[in-house]
């Protein structure tokens, strides 16, 4: 019982030292998340149909 109480007071302790974003860093951070899977996504997407094309003039 004693190393679950040592524990838990160890886990309340790093809890503390968290910095928590706040409501602007977390648009910022989000937007820009979202920003850059669709930019891959469109990436990967063009990529796809370059290759499909170019699989369909070789073969």
């Given amino acids: 019982m004693k190393k679950l109480a040592r ?5 309340k302790k790093e809890v503390k030292k968290i910095r928590w974003s706040n ?18 996504g469109i990436f990967f997407a063009g990529l796809d149909v370059i290759l499909s094309a170019l699989k369909q003039v070789v073969a």
């Fill in 7 to 11: 524990f838990l007071v160890g886990v």
């Fill in 23 to 40: 409501k602007k860093e977390m648009l910022t951070y989000s937007t820009a998340t979202i920003l850059f899977v669709l930019l891959f």
